[in-house]
């Protein structure tokens, strides 16, 4: 079984119920060992030799050191600040579009970062089209937008001209990943793990490989490697949850997300993260904590109103639950979300709440909304009340005419 990473819907293998009156002892023991972290790191900070700082002008070294604190927002500005010195800094020009794919998956609707990865080594690469180093970085951001036949063949070039070349074989190895060949690309990525250039590109391709290939327990060993080589990195972190929901630890995924807190406190997705954790877990409670985390932080995110919604629609609170949705479903419609793209649930489960509420002018607005939308649009699921409308409410004001495409 293969992991879609592009969507937020998380699965187990098997199941574990946990009591929902307090914290396992595992994520306990992980917020604990956070904060001996976090302060031994403000420790370490202190006591490091001035002289090993990044003199102020060296805007490359700021970068680097940023993202190995996993500031990737610092990453981004020192790297170009360091282009703007020098327009032909390859190196900075690497940086950026790693810490711009890495930001992406740091945080929710953040794809347009993986696009101006793309297209600044694009840009660099028209004007130096041998250069094996932007070739690697092209091929890199390409598997990163889902382009990966053109990344495989884009590293094919980077290692013809330099065949140790680490950041091509990681690239090589992940769209031989994103197309299938699973034993190719886990074959690719263990070069690179074995080698000291790029190991935690490598590790994490590994896991990568691993985990399309449904040994999960492998890729959580080879994706803790990478978090030894950076533990900053909250994407990461991500993917250690990801692997462990596969064979159903929950305990060591909700550690995961406490640990991006942890480094990250306004971290937004893994609040996400956490409630869909708890929603499957059936603790609601935490789930609407979570969730409301996630919509107070992110107000203008519909699918973080949609799960507070779901979930208090779970609870049994059907009012609140009709709120939400409704904001899920204006916030979609508000923000040109193609309707073959928007999440059906927040137009049917509001109108569920409302027909239990014996709302009638909205469950009626609901619908009707509902209909128009799929009259000129191939929507996926259906939603029909008979020709006199829902139970007790009547057909006043209803449309009734507009087909809906079938499953």
């Not at 090993?52 to 805007?59: A, L, R």
């Not at 793309?118 to 598997?143: F, G, M, W």
């Not at 009259?375 to 006199?388: G, N, S």
């Amino acid at each position: 079984m293969r992991i879609h990473r592009d969507r937020s819907r998380l699965s187990f293998r098997r199941q574990r119920r946990r009591r929902s009156s307090g914290l396992s002892l595992m994520v306990v023991t992980g917020v604990l060992l956070g904060v001996v972290v976090m302060s031994l790191n403000w420790i370490g900070t202190r006591l490091t030799p001035f002289g090993s700082q990044p003199t102020k002008n060296d805007f490359f070294g700021m970068a680097q050191d940023a993202f190995t604190r996993g500031n990737l927002n610092d990453a981004v500005h020192y790297a170009q600040q360091a282009i703007e010195q020098d327009k032909k800094n390859d190196d900075a020009l690497v940086l950026l579009a790693r810490s711009l794919i890495y930001r992406s998956y740091n945080e929710l609707e953040r794809s347009i970062d993986r696009d101006s990865a793309l297209e600044l080594a694009t840009e660099a690469l028209a004007l130096d089209p041998k250069n094996p180093k932007l070739l690697a970085i092209q091929a890199y951001a390409l598997q990163a937008v889902g382009r990966v036949a053109d990344s495989a063949r884009t590293a094919e070039e980077a290692l013809r001209l330099s065949p140790n070349d680490g950041l091509a074989r990681v690239a090589m190895a992940l769209a031989y990943g994103g197309a299938g060949s699973f034993e190719i690309a886990l074959r690719e990525s263990q070069q690179v793990a074995q080698t000291t250039d790029w190991q935690m590109e490598g590790q994490r391709a590994m896991a990568n490989s691993y985990s399309d290939l449904g040994d999960y327990k492998a890729a959580i060993e080879a994706i803790e490697k990478a978090i030894s080589l950076n533990k900053y990195l909250a994407p990461l972190y991500f993917e250690r949850a990801l692997y462990a929901m596969q064979i159903g630890d929950a305990d060591a995924a909700t550690a995961a997300y406490f640990q991006v807190l942890t480094y990250h406190p306004d971290n937004v997705k893994a609040r996400l993260r956490l409630c869909e954790l708890s929603s499957l877990l059936r603790e609601r409670n935490a789930a609407v904590q979570y969730c409301h985390e996630v919509t107070d932080r992110a107000p203008g995110y519909a699918m973080g109103w949609y799960q507070l919604g779901m979930e208090y629609f779970l609870q049994g609170n059907f009012k609140a639950a009709q709120d939400s949705l409704h904001r899920c479903s204006s916030l979609q419609v508000m923000q040109d979300v193609p309707p073959s793209e928007r999440r059906f649930e927040c137009w049917y489960v509001q109108g569920q709440a409302a027909e239990i509420l014996g709302d009638c002018p909205n469950l009626l607005t609901t619908y009707n909304e509902f209909r128009a939308m799929a009259k000129d649009v191939a929507v996926q699921q259906t939603w029909t009340y008979p020709p006199e409308g829902p139970p007790g409410c009547g057909s006043n004001g209803m449309v009734t005419s507009v087909p809906v495409a079938p499953t």
